[in-house]
């Protein structure tokens, strides 16, 4: 069974910092990975996206204030939060996909609590 395990969530104060980390049961090399962010009452949002080749994508919202990067080593999937606002403040879900001989994976973490408020 997949597993995908974020943490580092929490209440900071805006203009603060995190760094969110998730853990996965496979090969991150061999998959895209990436950040969705839920807050209540909004749609799902794509925050910051590493593929297998290490390219990088941002949301326009969060661009220069988000790093998202990868530990292939260790199976795991960093997100750098600096700058933070409080519309920043959303449950955080690490994401796993991959295509393979015809086939599309996904699989996703339990989601961690990001709160920015002073």
Excluded: H
């Excluded at 090399?29 to 080749?53: C, D, F, H, T």
């Excluded at 204030?65 to 519309?87: C, G, H, W, Y």
């Amino acid at each position: 069974q997949v597993q995908l395990v974020e943490s580092g969530g929490g209440l900071v104060q805006p203009g603060g910092s995190l760094r969110l980390s998730c853990v996965a049961s496979i090969a991150t090399s061999m998959y895209a990975m990436g950040w969705y962010r839920q807050a209540p009452g909004k749609q799902r949002e794509l925050v910051a996206s590493i593929n297998s080749g290490e390219i990088t994508q941002y949301a326009s919202s969060v661009k220069g204030r988000f790093t998202i990067s990868k530990d292939n080593a260790k199976n795991t999937v960093f997100l750098q939060m600096d700058s933070l606002k409080p519309e920043d403040t959303a449950v955080y879900l690490c994401y796993a996909r991959r295509t393979y001989d015809f086939r599309a994976y996904e699989y996703w973490g339990q989601g961690t609590q990001v709160t920015v408020s002073s």
